[in-house]
C-alpha cells in the first residue's frame, strides 16, 4: 500500500519561499507520476504542479513561482514555492499514480493516493 507524507508548510509573510516535501513509501516511487494538488474550503483541489515518473516531464500552474522536482533516490517529491501571496493559502496535498513514462497528470481524479495534506498559510 502507498502512503505519502508531506511536510514542509507553515505560516509565512507574503514574498517568502517554502519547500514542501513528500516522501512515497510502500512501493516503487519510480513507478509514479507525481503531483502537488491544493485546496481551499468551499473550493475544489487544484493541481498547482506535476511531473513523470522520471521527472523530466513538468507541469506548474503557478509559472515563475512554483516549480516542482523529484529524487528518486529519497522517494521524495518537492513543491519550491516562492514569492508566497495570501491567495496561496491553502492546503497542500501530495499524489500519486501510476503512470507511463513521460507523462504528468493534472485531474485530480487521475490520482489513487494522496497524503493528509500541509498547511500553508500567507499573511499580509
Known amino acids: 500500500q502507498v502512503q505519502l507524507v508531506e511536510s514542509g508548510g507553515g505560516s509565512v509573510q507574503a514574498g517568502a519561499s517554502l519547500r514542501l516535501s513528500c516522501v512515497l513509501s510502500?512501493?516503487?516511487?519510480?513507478?509514479?507520476?507525481m503531483g502537488w494538488f491544493r485546496q481551499v474550503p468551499g473550493k475544489e483541489r487544484e493541481c498547482v504542479a506535476a511531473?513523470?515518473?522520471?521527472?523530466?516531464e513538468t507541469f506548474s500552474a503557478v509559472k515563475g513561482r512554483f516549480a516542482i522536482s523529484r529524487d528518486n533516490d529519497k522517494k521524495t517529491v518537492y513543491l519550491e514555492m516562492s514569492s508566497l501571496r495570501p491567495d496561496d493559502t491553502a492546503v497542500y496535498y501530495c499524489?500519486?499514480?501510476?503512470?507511463?513514462?513521460?507523462?504528468?497528470?493534472?485531474?485530480?481524479?487521475?490520482?489513487?493516493?494522496w497524503g493528509r495534506g500541509t498547511q500553508v498559510t500567507v499573511s499580509e
Open positions: 499524489a500519486a499514480t501510476l503512470g507511463n513514462a513521460e507523462l504528468y497528470y493534472t485531474r485530480a481524479d487521475v490520482y489513487d493516493y
Open positions: 510502500g512501493r516503487t516511487f519510480t513507478n509514479y507520476a
Open positions: 511531473l513523470d515518473r522520471s521527472g523530466k
